[in-house]
C-alpha cells in the first residue's frame, strides 16, 4: 500500500528535483546510468572532476516531508511574496515623502530549474542535513520605508515597489482632475441659466394664454338673420336703405348731416341748418348706406321750419321711406333714430317719444332773426348727437313720424374741448305732418308758406303769455289792417293766453303754436284785455317764407 510518500521517480510537470545527487559516469556517453547513493549518505565512489556542480536555490519556506506545493518548496508558477511589515500612518495634512530608490542586485539569482535535463551537469552532491541541527539562516527582506508599499502578486520579485498615496496628499492627476472640476462647474451653471430662462419663458407665455393648451370657448351656432319686423333691428334693416349722409362744404364751411329720400326721383329731406353753408354756389354731396356717393343739388329750403329738400340725379334702385302721421303717435311709443352723428354714418340709437307738441326754437346765430325756426316738436330720449340732424325718427312700423332736429344740451351747447355737445338724452324732432306739407311745398314752388295771424309780438314782454305790442318794429301798427286778427277785434296791448285751449307763456310759444298749422286753418284765441279774458276766432293768413 502506498503511504503517500515517494516510492521512485514519477516525474510529473509540477514535481521537483529529489534531493538526490545525480552522477553521471564518465565512461557512458549518453550520459550513463544513473546510480543513487544509499540512504547512509556514503558515495559509492568519488566523484569525477568532469562534472560540474550547481547549487540550487534555497526554498523560501520549511520543506515538508511530502514535498507538495505550496508547503514544499516553491513552485515553478509563482516567486513567493515579500513580506509585508506596515507602519503608523501619518497624521492627516502630514507630507509624504518619497519612496527611496533601493539598489538593485547586479548580479540577481539565477531562477529555479524546475527540471533537469539528461545533457544538463548534474548538480553537485550535498552532505546530508542533521536533523537536530538548526536549520540554516535564509536572508530576511530589507524592510520597507516609512510608508505603505504597493504589493503587486504578479509583478517580478525585486522589482521597485510602488509607493501608496496618502489620502490626503497630491495625487498626479490633481490638475487635470481641477480642470474638469471646474469644467462641470461651469456646465452645472449654464445649465441652471438655461433652465431659468426657458423656465421663465414657459411662465410668461402660460399666464398670457392661459396655458401650454388651445384654449376653446364654448359658442352658438348660426341662426336665421331675420328679426322680427317691428324690432329695433327690424326696423332698422328695413330703413337703412333709404337713410343718406351728406357733406356739406362752401363759402368757407363745410358740415356733415343726415337726410332720408321721400320718392324714387331722387328728392331727399333734410334740416335746413345741415345745407345752409352751401349757400348758394357750395357742394352737397349724398353718400347712401351701401357707400355709393352722388353729387345733389339744392331743390328748396326754409329756416322757419328748418327744413330742406336737395335732389340727387341718375341713381337707380332708390327705396323711398314710407311716412307714418304723427297725430297718432302717443307718448311712451318706442322709436328709433337713423343718422351719422360725428360723421359715424348708419348709426342706429332707440328710445321712447317722451313728449308732444313741446315748443322749441333753434338758430338766431345771424342775430335778426331770420334764421330762427319755431318747431311744436316731438321729444325724444333716443340719442341724438350732431350729425343726426335731418335724420329719420322712426315709429314701430319702419315709418317715418319725425325728422331729428335739435338737442338740449347741459351747457351752452358746447362739449369740454370746445366742440359740440353730445346727447343727454333730450332729443327734438319735426313731426312728419309738418315736414311732409313744407316739403311738397319746397318740391313744387320752391318755398314754403307760413301760417300767420297778422299781428307784431312784443318779445320783451315778461309775463305770463304773448302780449301784442303796441307797434310795429318798423314803426307801424301792431296789428295788419285786414289780417286776420283785425278782423277778429284783436287790438294791441292784448295778451294771448290759449290757442285751441292749449296754454302758451311766450311769444315764441304761440308763434310755435300758429306754426304748427296750415294757412286757412281756423284757430280759436283765448286772450285777456283790462283783466277781462276774451275768445276770437280767427283763419290763419299765409306770408312766403325764405
Known amino acids: 500500500m502506498d503511504d503517500g510518500k515517494p516510492t521512485g521517480s514519477k516525474p510529473k510537470w509540477w514535481s521537483r528535483p529529489a534531493r538526490q545527487h545525480l552522477v553521471a559516469e564518465s565512461g557512458s556517453p549518453g550520459g550513463g546510468a544513473v546510480h543513487t547513493p544509499p540512504p547512509g549518505g556514503a558515495a559509492a565512489g568519488p566523484v569525477p572532476d568532469a562534472v560540474a556542480t550547481a547549487a540550487l536555490p534555497q526554498p523560501l519556506h520549511q520543506p515538508d516531508e511530502y514535498r507538495t506545493p505550496p508547503y514544499g518548496e516553491p513552485g515553478p508558477w509563482a516567486p513567493a511574496p515579500p513580506v509585508q511589515r506596515p507602519v503608523a500612518t501619518p497624521a492627516h495634512g502630514t507630507a509624504v515623502p518619497p519612496a527611496p530608490q533601493q539598489p538593485r542586485d547586479p548580479h540577481p539569482p539565477a531562477p529555479p530549474v524546475p527540471h533537469q535535463a539528461p545533457h544538463q551537469h548534474p548538480p553537485a552532491p550535498q552532505p546530508p542535513r542533521d536533523p537536530h541541527s538548526p536549520a540554516p539562516q535564509q536572508a530576511q527582506p530589507v524592510p520597507p520605508p516609512s510608508q505603505w508599499l504597493q504589493y503587486d502578486p504578479w509583478s517580478t520579485p525585486g522589482g521597485q515597489p510602488q509607493p501608496l498615496l496618502h489620502p490626503g496628499g497630491p495625487a498626479a492627476g490633481a490638475p487635470r482632475e481641477g480642470r474638469r472640476r471646474g469644467l462641470a462647474v461651469i456646465a452645472a451653471l ?66 356733415t348731416g343726415t337726410g332720408f329720400v321721400l320718392d324714387e326721383r331722387g328728392h331727399i329731406l333734410t334740416n335746413h341748418h345741415v345745407v345752409d353753408p352751401a349757400g348758394a354756389s357750395g357742394d352737397i354731396t349724398v353718400t347712401f348706406s351701401g357707400g355709393e356717393t352722388a353729387a345733389a343739388e339744392l331743390v328748396g329750403k326754409d329756416s322757419g321750419y328748418d327744413l330742406a329738400v336737395v335732389r340727387v340725379k341718375g341713381v337707380a334702385n332708390l327705396k323711398p321711406l314710407p311716412l307714418g302721421n304723427s297725430d297718432n303717435v302717443r307718448v311712451g311709443d318706442p322709436v328709433v333714430a337713423i343718422g351719422a352723428p360725428f360723421d359715424l354714418q348708419n348709426t342706429v340709437t332707440s328710445g321712447i317719444i317722451s313728449a308732444k307738441e313741446r315748443p322749441i326754437t333753434a338758430g338766431g346765430e345771424k342775430g335778426d332773426g331770420s334764421d330762427i325756426s319755431y318747431v311744436d316738436a316731438l321729444q325724444t330720449d333716443a340719442p341724438i348727437n350732431p350729425g343726426n340732424s335731418g335724420g329719420p325718427l322712426l315709429d314701430s312700423k319702419a315709418r317715418v313720424i319725425g325728422i331729428n332736429s335739435a338737442i338740449r344740451a347741459a351747457d351752452s351747447g358746447s362739449g369740454p374741448d370746445g366742440g359740440q355737445a353730445g346727447s343727454i338724452g333730450l332729443g327734438f324732432a319735426i313731426p312728419v305732418n309738418q315736414g311732409k306739407r313744407v316739403a311738397e311745398e319746397l318740391i313744387n314752388t320752391g318755398k314754403a308758406d307760413h301760417p300767420v295771424i297778422g299781428v307784431s309780438l312784443d318779445m320783451k314782454y315778461s309775463g305770463d303769455g304773448a302780449r301784442v305790442g303796441e307797434k310795429a318794429q318798423d314803426g307801424g301798427a301792431s296789428v295788419t289792417p285786414g289780417g286776420p286778427a283785425a278782423k277778429a277785434g284783436v287790438r294791441p296791448g292784448d295778451v294771448i293766453t290759449k290757442v285751441d285751449g292749449h296754454r302758451v307763456h311766450s311769444g315764441e310759444e304761440l308763434i310755435v303754436k300758429i ?20 275768445t276770437k276766432t280767427l283763419t290763419l293768413g299765409s306770408s312766403a317764407g325764405g
Open 515 to 534: 306754426r304748427a298749422h296750415r294757412p286757412g286753418d281756423r284757430l280759436r284765441l283765448t286772450l285777456e284785455r283790462d283783466g277781462q279774458e276774451q
Open 190 to 255: 449654464l445649465f441652471a441659466g438655461l433652465t431659468g430662462v426657458l423656465g421663465g419663458g414657459v411662465g410668461a407665455y402660460v399666464e398670457r394664454h392661459g396655458g401650454l393648451t388651445t384654449v376653446e370657448l364654448p359658442q352658438a351656432g348660426r341662426e336665421d338673420g331675420d328679426r322680427a319686423p317691428d324690432s329695433v333691428a327690424g326696423i332698422a334693416a328695413s330703413a337703412l336703405p333709404g337713410v343718406v349722409t351728406l357733406h356739406v362744404s362752401g363759402g368757407g364751411e363745410q358740415g
